[in-house]
């Protein structure tokens, strides 16, 4: 399976490492502007619970502030909000009763077992990372983004001749 493919401005912000030329990357550039998605229309899907809508509204302006947002993207990061949401939820329930619970099995015997809900918050804490990535909502994630553009410099004569041996 081959590589996700990247958007222009983040392939030379990488160092252009399959060096394009200037003509490809000017190509490039205008086939993505004319497959651009609107950006009007970035609400909270009316599924989403309170804690998802705040949580929407939040990341919504903060990447619509860096142009990382646009409409195809609602439901992704509704998704990601909703996991959220239910994140907290389970948090707050194994808060009030506890990361034990008695549990009874089919002998009548009553132990201490791990919360259900711990199994599930894992679930959801990683759906989250996922789509997270996806947004650049962590700081690895950004730093990939982030990584400046390295200055070409001209090859010596020996790598003009025999390239970078």
């Known amino acids: ?50 804690i998802a809508k705040k949580e929407f509204k939040r990341i919504a302006k903060e990447l619509a502030e ?45 132990n201490k077992v791990p919360h259900p809900l711990l199994t599930k918050k894992k679930q959801l804490h990683e759906q989250m990372k996922a789509l997270a990535t996806e947004f650049g909502l962590t700081p690895s994630s950004r730093a990939k983004i982030a990584i400046p553009k390295q200055e070409e410099k001209k090859p010596t004569e020996f790598e003009s001749e025999f390239g970078d041996v």
């Open 1 to 50: 399976m081959g590589r996700k493919a990247k958007p222009i401005h983040l392939h030379l912000l990488e160092g252009n490492k399959n060096r394009l030329t200037k003509k490809e990357i000017e190509k490039r550039v205008e086939a993505e502007k004319k497959i651009q998605p609107k950006k009007d229309n970035v609400k909270p899907p009316a599924w989403l619970d309170a």
């Open 66 to 110: 860096l142009d990382l947002v646009t409409n195809v993207d609602v439901n992704a990061l509704a998704a990601y909000c909703d996991a959220y949401s239910d994140y907290v939820k389970c948090t707050k329930i194994i808060q009030e009763e506890g990361f034990m619970v008695e549990y009874t099995n089919k002998a009548a015997e009553t």
